[in-house]
């Protein structure tokens, strides 16, 4: 059985793609890699596998044929789902946007736990972490040099945030 806390999210599906069963994947956070041959989409709290017979870049999204969908009515079925892929395969990866990150405790080395990173705010220059913490919005901003340690196993992320700048 696929455990949730073993994938990550990747994008999601698009609309069929002509009538012989290829379906548009747009990937939100990274590129597929070499090894990638499968996604998997929570179906009623259950993570299930859709493997894929083909891969083809098209512009900024995928055509994949995925196995035993063989028209553009069965693959419908997949149009809007969100695509996980396995952490392994993003670890072992060259990189990663921030969208990874998602899910993640952030901890400063000063005030301890911030709470947890619920989404990424990239609407302006200025990319930032939004992190949740007791009902309450805290942004802080995705920069390197803000970053001490990233525990990916753990999946936390320790800050050295200068003072005040939680409290902002």
């Known amino acids: 059985m696929l455990k949730k806390e073993d994938f990550v999210y ?27 041959d499968f996604v998997a989409c929570d179906i009623d709290g259950i993570l299930v596998p859709f493997f894929f017979e083909s891969v083809r870049p098209k512009n900024d999204t995928l055509i994949v044929k995925v196995e035993r969908m063989e028209s553009a009515e069965e693959v419908r079925y997949l149009t809007n789902r969100e695509a996980f892929i396995p952490r392994k395969w993003v670890e072992e990866s060259e990189e990663v946007s921030l969208g990874y990150f998602i899910g993640f405790t952030a ?22 972490f939004v992190v949740e913490k007791d009902g309450e919005e805290i942004l802080i901003p995705a920069q390197e040099e803000l970053i001490a340690d990233i525990d990916h196993d753990g999946q936390s992320i320790l800050f050295d945030l200068p003072q005040g700048l939680v409290s902002l």
Do not use: W
Request: a negative charge; one cysteine or more.
């Open 107 to 128: 901890t400063d080395k000063t005030l301890g736990h911030i709470g947890e990173i619920v989404d990424i705010d990239d609407s302006t220059i200025n990319t930032l």
């Open 10 to 36: 990747f994008g999601k599906f698009l609309k069929p793609h002509g009538t012989k069963g290829e379906i548009g994947l747009q990937g939100d956070t990274f590129a597929l890699g070499e090894g990638c």
